[in-house]
């Protein structure tokens, strides 16, 4: 990554380059530190660049066309469009050696006001009012005294991304309503350094304000829409009041990443292969395709097709229309579950990127398990969409977030989007269907169903736009996620961090219910992983127990197992039982910011009826 401000580059470039300050991973770049996030080095504070000023990517572009057309799809109708042959590229490397501006991903100094760390003096200073000595900006205090200083660590921001300076001059003098002609202001931050205690102050005419009157709502001025990430031309409109905000926060910067595996697309194939004898299928119907069919190189390429189904890619190829294909987690889930018995001596390929295999455990099948899938080779490709601050967005069942609202753009003029390439290994593990239907049925299921839709429609009240309700099926397949997850990483060799869940979900009323999980573990940029989450799939019988186990008692009962988030004084509107000490795990591992959580759902729990467990004996 390239370092510092701009015009720090263009000094440091006369006199000869210098290695980064910092160094951050490929695969960071496309989560924590991606286009419009705020990053400390050792003397500065930074703003990541947006797409613009990054330097081409050199390497080949990631393939994933299921990944493509479905971000495409929700590009199309913002005007955005995406390269069909190379959307995705890793995010491009740094030289240490001979760093330049052309070379990794440009930074630009933010913010550029500063505080100077003489006691005596804390002035709050822009960054063209000082001078810099030995790289690093100084405040002359005196005649005889400088300071050194350091970048202010609060900016302002909306929740639709967008981010400029904090308004120091007019808060400094919004007791008085007007600005005083020559301003001269201090940060003083007490004693303590606690929030209450900052306040700023104009030396010149005395006016000051304390840091708390920004926490009050609208009492900062409308957002003016500045990206500056996005160079000069990336102003927009905004109505959005402008929030304090701590830039080195939690909340400064979330993501949007929506993510694909590399599995075979049987509507993809299908299509391809009829494209392949369209000379001849161009006159099917109906009543001649079974003699079509007859022809050896029909035979060869549509063999294992319905006649249906190779009439329905005929119909939509003579209209000009795509072929229909299934939603990225739907398509994953049902070659999931279309997945063979595995058999003594199968093994992937050496150029496969999925291969998995249904196994029976040394175990049987508790109640309520369907089927168990040990995928040991996997890819994954993430790419991110967009991103905003303050709160996070969440995404649809299907892991898409809707772009048309709150996200903030990655780049102006570009038509690809930073990715990474994880390759790993899974455990995949289906609910039995017709258990689920039977236990949501269930009058005290539907009651508390009816109690966390209550308090999501609360937590609503707070946020612009969210996704529709997940349903208490979401909340079963979650939790049960993160008790097994737990479970499984004290045996398998990675931690519980380096584990990750992707939830398949879809109601019973749609025509592909879902009801499964897959637990993962990957890297990017090596051969993957050496089989120790696969292995654990043949005890998962024994792994079930041990989660049982853990959710059954939770070190913060009966507070935890009592909780309802139905008019919650703690705005935890989102949990029924569910808390640090019991379901909580690192948001690496977590697909919904440990929202969605309910162990009430999964196992029997202090202070709930036991009927709401799925699992109402130890499996």
């Known amino acids: 990554m390239a370092r510092g401000s701009r015009s720090d580059r263009s000094r440091r470039g006369r006199r000869g380059q210098k290695p980064p300050e910092g160094k951050i991973r490929r695969s960071q770049v496309v989560t924590t530190y991606g286009p419009g996030a705020m990053i400390d080095l ?65 930074a630009l100094e933010f913010p550029r006001w500063f505080v100077c760390q003489n006691p005596p003096c804390r002035a709050l200073v822009h960054s063209s009012g000082l001078e810099t000595r030995a790289g690093r900006y100084r405040h002359d205090c005196s005649r005889t005294q400088s300071g050194e200083c350091v970048p202010v660590r609060f900016v302002a921001a909306c929740p639709r991304g967008h981010l400029e300076e904090f308004p120091w001059v007019w808060f400094a003098h919004s007791q008085r309503g007007s600005v005083c002609p020559g301003p001269s202001l201090r940060l003083l931050e007490g004693a303590t350094g606690d929030f209450s205690e900052i306040s700023v102050e ?24 500045h990206r500056p990430w996005l160079g000069e031309e990336g102003q927009d409109s905004c109505d959005q009041p402008l ?41 099917a119907t109906a009543e001649v395709l079974p003699a079509f069919r007859q022809i050896p190189k029909v035979d060869g390429a549509l063999a294992s097709y319905s006649d249906s189904e190779i009439l329905a890619v005929v119909e939509a190829l003579r209209r000009g229309e795509a072929v229909a294909r299934a939603a990225l987690r ?48 996997l890819r994954e490709v993430r790419a991110q969409v967009g991103f905003t601050r303050i709160a996070p967005t ?9 772009l048309n609202v709150q996200s903030a753009p990655l780049g102006l003029a570009t038509d690809w989007l930073p990715a990474t390439e994880i390759r790993g290994e899974g455990v995949f593990l289906q609910l039995d269907e017709a258990a689920v239907r039977q236990w949501e049925e269930r009058p005290e299921v539907q009651a508390r169903g009816r109690e966390l839709l209550s308090g999501y429609q609360s937590w609503l009240t707070g946020v612009p736009v969210a996704p529709p309700f997940p349903g208490v099926r979401f909340y079963l ?34 025509a592909v219910p879902m009801a499964a999980l897959l637990l993962s573990t990957g890297s990017s940029g090596t051969e993957g992983t050496l089989g120790g989450l696969v292995q654990q799939g043949l005890d998962l019988p ?67 009826p036991a009927a709401l467990a799925f699992f109402a004996e130890r499996p």
């Open 202 to 225: 104009c030396a010149a005419c005395g006016a000051s304000a304390g840091m708390a009157a920004a926490l009050v709502k609208h009492f900062l001025p409308l957002c003016r829409g």
């Open 477 to 510: 397949l979650h939790s049960l996620s993160h008790l097994l997850l737990s479970a499984i990483s004290l045996e398998c060799g990675y931690s519980a961090s380096a584990i990750r869940e992707r939830i398949y979900c879809a109601p019973a009323e749609v």
């Open 42 to 106: 050792v003397h500065q504070a930074v703003l990541v660049g947006g797409l613009d000023f990054w330097s081409r990517p050199t390497d080949p572009a990631l393939m994933a066309p299921r990944l493509r057309d479905a971000i495409a799809e929700r590009f199309r109708p913002l005007g955005w469009e995406l390269s069909e042959e190379a959307a995705f590229f890793q995010p491009p490397q740094g030289d240490d050696k001979q760093p330049s501006p052309h070379v990794g991903i440009q």
């Open 394 to 402: 969440l995404p649809d069942l299907e892991g898409e977030f809707d």
């Open 542 to 608: 024994e792994h079930l127990g041990r989660a049982w186990d853990l959710g059954l008692l939770c070190s913060s009962d009966p507070v935890c197992g009592a909780h309802s988030p139905d008019r919650d004084p703690e705005e935890r509107f989102l949990e029924g039982a569910a808390c640090h000490g019991c379901l909580f795990l690192a948001e690496c591992s977590c697909e919904r910011f440990n929202h969605y959580l309910d162990r009430a759902l999964v196992v029997p729990t202090l202070g709930q």
């Open 243 to 283: 929030r304090l905000l701590v830039r080195t926060a939690s909340n400064a910067y979330f993501a949007q990443v929506v993510s694909a595996l590399s599995v075979p697309e049987k509507g993809r194939e299908l299509e391809e292969a009829v494209q392949g004898v369209w000379d001849v299928l161009k006159a």
């Open 330 to 377: 739907t398509a994953e889930f049902q070659q999931f579950v279309a997945q063979p018995m595995e058999r003594p001596g199968e093994g992937p390929g050496e150029d496969e990127e999925f291969y998995a295999r249904a196994v029976r455990p040394r175990g049987a099948l508790p109640p309520g398990i369907a089927r168990i899938v040990l995928a040991r080779k």
